[in-house]
């Protein structure tokens, strides 16, 4: 995103020149150097997820990291009433040296947030959906795995009241978004997604409930094919406003029109326009004298399956515990399962109902064949695999001409239980992973995988010390003990 990278360099310049060491007030800078080492050569699993793709899948490498960021002055004035404007950025650069030589800019944002909205242009580090985002083994649309895509975003970042003076709360996000250049060439990200408080804040129990919609759409082939049903030659993807308006609306791309545009694949044509996946999430918030409890739901839908509740055994769980109080020791623990393998069925043929044809194919989509990927890492949950990070012996006996390497081995069960805690100095943090993979339904596998990761931080007046131990054993992912050492200093 070179042109985007300049234009905010330069707004920021110029910012600066004219507001001065106002503009830089609450600017922070944040440099880091480590390692990564492991002895199968392969970062394990728990050490590269969820990382924002920074850390690259072949290991030793060493990363330089360095990033400056401008947080708004104040949330709320004197009068406890939200300030109207104001304006904050972030830059972040990764170097990577080894086995892969990566520069990375994960992060290059600026914005801009008046009263409750907040509009932002550039990359900037996110979850989307109900979630415990602390210690989750990753939200199952929007996980932070991969590296942010570039964005224009509107939209309210933190509750605000709509009704009954904070008895019903409401905040959500509307987005354009840009995909980099695969077998799909210049395609585009439409996002939204919107969700709902109920109970205000001292009360001791919040109802949550919303959900996020995805679509990758417009762009052309890389290379012009034949589609196989129509013998119509594709060269570009549906795309300009009317596309743009089905796209966000989800209607058929038809709707209203009975041509057939010689430009469109029939899967298209007869369906909507672009890929369309996300979830609905529901959750419960328990605030007790000692701790806080969250309990949440993700429900998966892409195909029409969870319309019929065809696939309602699907989704992710989550229960987190939050102890208040606590200076030394555990101070939060969460456990969840995911489950990916119904998926509607494995046949559509003995459904009564036409719409389920079952086979949903998680994140994978027959025209935009990268899959639900940006860089090659997937951008919902890292448990749902892409094909170029297992072990290859699973593929040995495979067929996989046809196939992106960004096809996603997306038929999983996994629970996750992590903890974190600390004392005067010291934070750490440890994760154990137990899946199940079956593969897809066209390329089946039968692999079990145990992860663990147990990280360790050690702060120093100027400085802190980062080490992790990561260990993974199966037949997933290559056998490998490894781990990462580093030293991270932040400066006002």
């Not at 600026?110 to 990359?123: D, N």
């Not at 038809?254 to 007869?270: H, K, R, Y």
């Not at 094909?387 to 996750?416: H, M, P, T, W």
Request: with cysteine; net charge positive; proline share 4%.
């Amino acid at each position: 995103m070179p042109l985007m990278s300049k234009v905010i360099l330069l707004f920021l310049i110029t910012s600066s020149c004219v507001l001065g060491q106002s503009f830089l007030k609450n600017t922070y800078y944040q440099t880091e150097i480590g390692a990564y080492l492991s002895t199968s050569g392969k970062t394990p699993f728990l050490a590269r997820t969820n990382q924002y793709g920074i850390v690259p899948l072949e290991s030793s490498v060493l990363t330089v990291r360095g990033g400056i960021y401008k947080e708004y002055d104040s949330t709320f004035n004197s009068r406890n009433q939200l300030n109207r404007f104001n304006i904050g950025f972030g830059i972040n650069a990764v170097a990577n040296v080894g086995k892969v030589n990566q520069i990375l800019l994960p992060e290059a944002f600026v914005k801009v947030r008046s009263g409750a909205f907040e509009l932002y242009i550039g990359r900037m580090r996110e979850i989307v959906g109900l979630v415990d985002t602390a210690l989750t083994s990753g939200s199952y649309i929007w996980s932070g795995n991969a590296m942010p895509l570039p964005k224009i975003q509107i939209c309210i970042p933190n509750y605000i009241s709509i009704l009954g003076q904070n008895l019903l709360s409401i905040k959500g996000a509307y987005s354009h978004g840009w995909f980099d250049n695969g077998l799909v060439q210049n395609f585009y990200l439409h996002q939204k997604y919107l969700y709902t408080r109920i109970g205000k804040p001292n009360w001791k129990v919040k109802l949550y409930s919303g959900f996020n919609h995805q679509v990758q759409w417009g762009g052309k082939p890389a290379v012009p094919y034949i589609d196989k049903t129509t013998g119509i030659l594709i060269e570009k993807f549906p795309s300009g406003l009317s596309t743009y308006f089905k796209v966000v609306s989800g209607v058929s791309i038809n709707e209203g029109d009975n041509s057939l545009s010689t430009q469109i694949p029939l899967n298209e044509a007869w369906n909507r326009a672009g890929n369309h996946l996300g979830s609905l999430d529901i959750a419960t918030e328990v605030n007790f004298k000692t701790f806080d409890l969250f309990l949440y739901r993700q429900n998966i839908f892409e195909d029409g399956s969870l319309f019929y509740l065809n696939n309602i055994n699907d989704g992710l769980i989550g229960i987190s515990i939050n102890r208040k109080h606590i200076k030394i020791g555990i101070n939060k623990i969460t456990l969840e399962y995911l489950d990916s393998r119904n998926q509607g069925g494995g046949t559509g043929a003995d459904n009564t109902i036409p719409q389920l044809r079952g086979r949903d194919n998680y994140f994978n989509n027959s025209v935009y064949s990268d899959s639900w990927t940006y860089g090659g890492k997937t951008i919902g949950s890292p448990l749902l695999t892409p094909i170029n990070s297992v072990d290859s012996k699973l593929l040995a006996n495979k067929q996989l001409e046809g196939y992106s390497s960004n096809y996603i081995f997306n038929r999983i069960s996994a629970f996750s239980l992590s903890l974190r805690g600390g004392g005067k100095k010291i934070e750490y943090y440890a994760k154990l992973l137990i899946s199940h993979n079956l593969g897809s339904y066209s390329m089946p596998i039968n692999a079990k995988q145990f992860s663990f990761l147990y990280k360790f931080r050690y702060n120093l007046p100027k400085f802190a010390l980062i080490s992790n131990i990561v260990f993974d054993e199966g037949n997933l992912f290559p056998s490998s003990l490894g781990g990462y050492i580093g030293i991270q200093r932040t400066f006002f």
